[in-house]
């Protein structure tokens, strides 16, 4: 797994010790440009994200080559340790930090404040990368913009890395002084020890949870340790050789991570099996250390490799921030205004390590007042309280723009009953312009339509990926007499709200049997795991096991085709994911229930990152947040499946004229902003459609029994 979460972070040595290597410089530099590539040309170097594996590698070598050579005898020494990390790290991330905040309040739209106030925190604290793996796997996020912290991710798990390591290292040269034994073998047992235990969970984790295993510590540590072998196994073993095994071995290993960033992709699960290409890579090319004229050697040495290799870590802190802030300052984000942010990241890299990591340490060494551990703790303290004031901010931010009744009444005044809402799209209101127009309230207030979602979230109906699909929660609304089953992914989720005032109405009880991303159809989807590609299958037949038990009127179905059929591409997934509907929607309707599909409806996503963000952004051209309905409205092999079974207890019905209209799809509709993230429909614009739904389903069916009160 990856995407714009895959945010790699170096570390630096302490100094230009004995020993200094100058080819690790180099190789620091092939790790950061390939991980810059990726993020702002990703399409050229789809698995750039390797390059954190590299530098995972690099710090797990020197950090212990350093405790080798310097064992901490006690918490005095690991303390001082400690200190000397905080004076290479914190005072430049902290800057990051505090000047990404800055940018955030002046320059980002204030639908995205909460989030990345959270996110400022955790970052400053060194538990984004956990931050990460509990919330922005979830799919419901996955549409959430990435913040300007996302790549401390990484530095987390350096730092909790470099908190454990010493004690562990000192631990082991302790136990082999008192037990009179040799220090490299018991140092080489317990760090094998530690890769074994982290690999094996490492491939467990990234087989039964892959995006949560990304961020994870512990499916990192295996890597690190990989670097420390190196290191255990002494000088001797990766001292500089002039011979013909090390010079293909170099070369092997660079290749390696050349061929990492080439082939690897952003949906291959990761790390894993395929992690060890590029983490051994990087482990051989240190353990050959060769010096052969014709070694990689000529290029790692070279003054252009040291420059970028000397500026990595200040590098990789400014480029991820720039990338995500620049393009709420400029209209277009392409290669020349990306050439201009690589600009920036250079200078302001160049201008933090001179001035930053090198004076600002000088000053803590030869200050009476301010030492590393006050420096860290004043310096948390000052940022905690400018990013906590900054969450607050946008919390009351939030707040205020809760009221969406009160703001839906304003809206509603403001464009007139006539072009409210869908009824902009209708004849009835004769205007084009209220569809979208310039300066245009909006309800529900953009802030407050990132949460706007249906009861079914708020209730956790959903079965998902993160338990195989296994528990498979049914939620219960409403007391009448005629069953309805709501079945299907998130996009049959959205039409709850449209439902619920349906059911009130008509007197329905409605159950539901949701799964996340799952198209419920019952045929094998690609997943990330094997678990989750049999749950997501077994859990189209279990909800037909259950129609059969419970004796439904009216089973109303809607799925969004995001995941391929197994052994499929999504362009080749159309037929095959239509002929398993066809099948599952007759097996529906044999147990005597009339079956309606809700043809999938317009997708921003294709486009937009997130509806509400761009709305907030374009606050005084909303039309800059629609698109054209053939790269919108996509295809959907459920609605393909009825067209073909023709039994009359089987429709379909389209709603998306009521959001689309002459080949355009919009955003903001009559005042109303239709979608709480990038392709699912807000609960307010839901329930504007319910009298809409209910008649087309009552026309489509023919049938007055479900609507005894039409």
């Known amino acids: ?231 255990a196994l002494g000088t001797a073993a990766h001292a500089a050789k002039n011979d013909i095994v090390s010079l293909i071995g170099s070369w092997g290993g660079l290749f390696a991570i050349a061929f990492g960033a080439l082939a690897f992709t952003g949906e291959m699960p990761f790390p894993g099996f395929i992690a060890a290409i590029p983490v051994f890579g990087t482990a051989l090319l240190l353990l050959c250390n060769s010096t052969h004229k014709y070694s990689p050697n000529f290029l790692l040495n070279t003054k252009l490799f040291r420059f970028f290799g000397d500026n990595s870590y200040a590098i990789y802190l400014w480029h991820w921030p720039l990338l995500v802030l620049v393009p709420f300052m400029v209209d277009d984000f392409k290669w020349p205004q990306k050439l201009v942010a690589l600009a920036f990241t250079l200078i302001f890299a160049v201008l933090t390590q001179k001035l930053v990591e090198v004076r600002f340490r000088k000053f803590i060494d030869a200050s009476a007042l301010l030492s590393a551990p006050r420096f860290l703790a004043a310096g948390s303290l000052v940022l905690a309280l400018f990013a906590g004031a900054f969450y607050l901010t946008s919390v009351r931010v939030a707040d205020d723009a809760r009221d969406i009744n009160m703001a839906l009444a304003q809206v509603e005044k403001a464009v007139g009953e006539d072009c409210f809402g869908a009824s902009a799209l209708t004849a009835v209101c004769g205007n084009p312009a209220a569809v979208q127009s310039t300066n245009q309230l909006v309800a529900p207030a953009p802030v407050a339509a990132k949460t706007d979602k249906p009861e079914v979230y708020k209730d956790d109906c959903f079965a998902s990926s993160s338990t195989d699909f296994q528990d498979r929660p049914v939620c219960h609304y409403g007391q009448g ?50 678990a989750s590609i049999d749950g997501c299958s077994d859990y189209g037949v279990w909800v037909t096991d259950q129609f059969k038990k419970e004796n439904y009127d009216l089973i109303v179905s809607s799925n969004r085709q995001s995941v391929a059929v197994s052994g499929h591409s999504m362009k080749t997934s159309e037929a095959p994911a239509t002929e398993a509907f066809k099948e599952i929607l007759k097996d529906w309707s044999e147990t005597g229930a009339e079956v309606v599909v809700i043809r999938d409806t317009s997708f921003p996503g294709t486009s937009i990152d997130s509806a509400p963000d761009c709305v907030a952004e374009n606050a005084e051209q909303p039309s800059k947040c629609s698109g054209e309905a053939k790269d919108w409205i996509p295809m959907d092999p459920q609605v393909d499946a009825v067209k073909e079974l023709a039994d009359p207890d089987v429709v379909s019905v389209d709603m998306n004229d009521q959001l689309c209209e002459d080949g355009q799809c919009y955003t903001v509709i009559g005042g109303i902003l239709a979608y709480w993230d990038h392709s699912h429909l807000t609960a307010t614009y839901s329930q504007s459609l319910a009298e809409t739904l209910g008649l087309r389903i009552e026309k489509a069916l023919g049938s007055k029994r479900l609507f005894p009160t039409s």
């Open 1 to 231: 797994m990856s995407s714009n979460q895959d945010l790699p972070l170096p570390a630096k040595p302490d100094s230009k010790p004995r020993g200094f290597r100058a080819d690790i410089q180099g190789l620091r530099a092939i790790a950061v440009g390939i991980v810059v590539l990726y993020h702002f040309w990703g399409h050229y170097l789809p698995g750039g994200f390797v390059g954190v594996d590299v530098f995972f590698v690099i710090s797990g070598f020197l950090i212990t080559s350093h405790l080798i050579s310097n064992p901490p005898k006690n918490m005095a020494d690991i303390g001082r340790f400690w200190m000397r990390r905080v004076k290479r790290l914190i005072p430049a991330s902290f800057l990051v930090i505090l000047c990404s905040v800055a940018g955030i309040w002046i320059f980002a739209p204030q639908t995205v404040w909460q989030d990345w106030g959270l996110q400022a925190i955790a970052a400053t604290f060194y538990f984004q990368n956990w931050f990460l793996a509990l919330t922005k796997v979830d799919y419901l996020a996955e549409g959430d913009a990435p913040s300007p912290f996302q790549h401390f991710w990484s530095l987390s798990a350096e730092e909790q890395f470099y908190f454990v390591w010493p004690i562990l290292i000192g631990l082991l040269i302790f136990a082999a002084l008192k037990y009179k034994k040799a220090p490299r073998n018991l140092l080489l047992g317990g760090i094998g020890l530690v890769f074994i235990l982290s690999a094996g969970y490492s491939l467990y984790a990234t087989a039964t949870d892959p995006g949560a295993a990304y961020f994870s510590t512990f499916t990192r540590v295996w890597e690190f340790a990989v670097g420390a072998l190196v290191a």
């Open 481 to 530: 007499d005629i069953k309805v089953a709501l079945v299907g992914n998130s996009h049959a989720g959205q039409w709850f709200p449209a439902l619920d005032s349906l059911a009130k109405e008509n007197g329905w009880q409605i159950d539901t049997y949701l799964a996340s991303r799952c198209s419920v159809m019952g045929e094998k989807q690609k997943f990330e795991d094997r």
